[in-house]
C-alpha cells in the first residue's frame, strides 16, 4: 500500500510501550506495511517499565487512520493510548475568540469604555435606537443559528455537536468579509421556542444567519423571523446555496450557448434547499422545473401533506411529467442534485440533451460521479472541492451580509439574490470561462466584494437600506 502523492494530513498516536515486550522496530514495521510516513517520534514519559512516545504519522483518510491503528493493536507489549489528527488538534478549545479593540491601560480608559463613561453612550441608544447600529457591535456582527437537526450530511447530530460546523462558519465570515460572526446553537426543536429566542436576540445583531434547521420547520422559523424582526434574516442552506447554483448556471448556459429560461431542469430533492433553487431559478426566468423525491415527479393531482411540496406541485411541472427520475430526465438540459449518493445512474444522463448541464450538489457523495458522468455531460459540478466546479455557499454569504450591514438593509430581497448570483458569475472572465471553470474558487478575494457591491446597490433599488448611500461610499 502506497500513500497517494500530494497527500499531507498527518495523525499522532500516543503509544505506551512495555520496555520487556515492546520492539519499536516493530512498531515501525507495521506502520510502514499499513502504508504510513513516520514523520516525528516524541517521547512523552518513561519510567522503569513503560515508555509513552507520540508518533506523528502521514495518512490519507479516516480509513488509513483505522488500518494502522488495528495493525498496532495487533503488537505485544504496545497500548493504543490516543488517536488526534490536525483537524482535532485545530479544534482544541475552539476555533474562535474575542478580543478586545481598543486595550485599557490606565484608569482613564476604564471610565471610558465602562463606568461612568459609557452611561452617556446607553442613554443616547436609549433616546434613539438606530444608534446601536453605529455604537455597538450590532453593526458589524452576525448570529449563525442553529438547533442542529440538519448538520452537512450528518443529519439531527444535536447542539453541541452542531458547534464545530457553526464556528467555522464564523471564521470565514470574518476571514472574508471581515464580518464577526457568533454562533449560537439551541437545546430546541419548537418552531415557536426558537422563533421567540432569537428574536430575543436580535438587539445584539445586525444580521441572523440560519443554519443546518431541518426541512419544514427551517421555512416558517425563516418566515416568521423576517416578518417579525427588523434586521435581515438568511437561511443559508436555502438561499446561499440557490444563489451560487444560478451563479454557476448563469455561466453554464453561457459556455453551451443555451438561454436559460429555455432549458428543462430536472431538480431531484424537494426539500429547504431545492425549494429555494426552484425559487432562485424561476426568478431567473426558467419556465419547466420538474422536481423529483422518492415517490417520483411531483404533479397538480398529487397528494402532498407537506404545504411547500403543494405550494411546488401548483407552481412547477408545467407539462405535468409523471414518473421516475430515470424516465422525466429525458431530454432535461440542466440536473439539479440536491438530495443524496448515487441517485443519478449514467444511463439516465445518457438520456439528457446534447451539452447536458449536471450539477450533482449531494455531500460528501453526489448523486453520479464525474468520472460516470463525463462520457454525456458538456459541464459538470458538484459540493466537493476535490473536483471541479464546486457550488459552495462560501462564495455568497460573506459578501452577502457584507452589504447587508454595510447599508443597514432590515431585510433579503429576491432582487439582492439575483445581484449576488450575477456578481459570482462575473468573476470568471470570458477568456477564463471553459467546461473546468464556470465558478470562481471560494479563495478568490475578489468574489466577496462585488457580491458586497452587488447587494448594496439592490437594497436602494429596493428601499430596504436603512443607511446614507454617501455614508456607505465613504467608508469603503
Known amino acids: 500500500m502506497s500513500i497517494p502523492s500530494g497527500v499531507n494530513t498527518s495523525i499522532i498516536l500516543r503509544l505506551e510501550l512495555d520496555k520487556e515486550l515492546a520492539s519499536f522496530g516493530n512498531i515501525a514495521t507495521a506502520i510502514s506495511d499499513a502504508g504510513g510516513d513516520i514523520i516525528a517520534i516524541d517521547v512523552v514519559r518513561t519510567d522503569k517499565n513503560t515508555t509513552v512516545r507520540d508518533i506523528t504519522i ?3 483518510d479516516n480509513k488509513h487512520t483505522e488500518l494502522i491503528t488495528a495493525a498496532i493493536h495487533t ?26 479593540k481598543y486595550p485599557i491601560k490606565n484608569r482613564d480608559d476604564l471610565s471610558r469604555v465602562y463606568t461612568p463613561g459609557v452611561a452617556k453612550v446607553c442613554m443616547a441608544i436609549h433616546e434613539k435606537p438606530s444608534l446601536a447600529h453605529t455604537l455597538t457591535i450590532k453593526r458589524n456582527t452576525v448570529a449563525v443559528v442553529s438547533d442542529g437537526t ?16 457553526m464556528e467555522g462558519k464564523a471564521m470565514l465570515f470574518k476571514q472574508l468579509a471581515g464580518v464577526d460572526a457568533f454562533p449560537i446553537c439551541l437545546a430546541t426543536h419548537d418552531t415557536d421556542e426558537i422563533v421567540n429566542i432569537v428574536k430575543a436576540l436580535s438587539p445584539t445583531f445586525g444580521g441572523i444567519n440560519l443554519e443546518d434547521i431541518s426541512a419544514p420547520r427551517c421555512f416558517e422559523i425563516e418566515q416568521r423571523l ?16 440557490a444563489v451560487v447554483l444560478l451563479a454557476g448556471l448563469y455561466n453554464a448556459v453561457k459556455l453551451v450557448n443555451k438561454r436559460l429560461e429555455d432549458c428543462k431542469v430536472v431538480l431531484c430533492g424537494v426539500g429547504a434547499a431545492g425549494t429555494a433553487c426552484t425559487k432562485m431559478l424561476m426568478a431567473a426566468g426558467v419556465k419547466n422545473i420538474i422536481g423529483v423525491d422518492r415517490q417520483g415527479a411531483i404533479t397538480r393531482d398529487g397528494v402532498y401533506d407537506n404545504p411547500f411540496w403543494r405550494w ?23 440536473f439539479i442534485g440536491v438530495s443524496g449518493p448515487g441517485l443519478l445512474k449514467k444511463e439516465d444522463v445518457a438520456k439528457m440533451a446534447k451539452d447536458a448541464i449536471v450539477f450533482a450538489m449531494a455531500n460528501p457523495t453526489p448523486e453520479i460521479l464525474p468520472e460516470e458522468a463525463e462520457p454525456h455531460v458538456r459541464v459538470m459540478a458538484t459540493g466537493r472541492s476535490d473536483y471541479p466546479n464546486q457550488i459552495n455557499n462560501v462564495l455568497c454569504f460573506p459578501g452577502l451580509f457584507r452589504g447587508l450591514l454595510d447599508c443597514r438593509a432590515s431585510r433579503v430581497t429576491e432582487n439582492m439574490k439575483l ?14 470561462l471553459n467546461e473546468y471553470y464556470i465558478i470562481p474558487s471560494v479563495f478568490n ?13 439592490a437594497a436602494y433599488e429596493d428601499g430596504v437600506a436603512r443607511r446614507r448611500r454617501e455614508k456607505v461610499q465613504a467608508s469603503q
Open 226 to 241: 423576517i416578518e417579525e424582526l427588523d434586521i435581515p434574516v438568511f437561511h443559508d442552506d436555502q438561499h446561499g446555496t
Open 150 to 165: 440538519a448538520v452537512l450530511g450528518l443529519g439531527n447530530i444535536g447542539p453541541e455537536a452542531a458547534m464545530p460546523v
Open 75 to 100: 503488537l505485544a507489549g504496545v497500548k493504543v493510548v490516543h488517536v488526534s489528527d490536525q483537524t482535532f488538534l485545530l479544534h482544541l478549545g475552539g476555533k474562535i475568540e474575542t478580543s478586545p
Open 58 to 60: 502521514n495518512v490519507y
Open 419 to 432: 445581484a449576488a448570483a450575477k456578481a459570482i458569475a462575473s468573476v470568471v472572465g470570458e477568456d477564463e
Open 445 to 457: 478575494q475578489s468574489v466577496a466584494e462585488k457580491v458586497r457591491e452587488a447587494v448594496i446597490q
Open 312 to 334: 411546488y406541485a401548483e407552481s412547477t411541472n408545467p407539462e405535468q411529467i409523471r414518473g421516475s427520475l430515470s424516465e422525466v430526465i429525458e431530454g432535461a438540459d440542466i
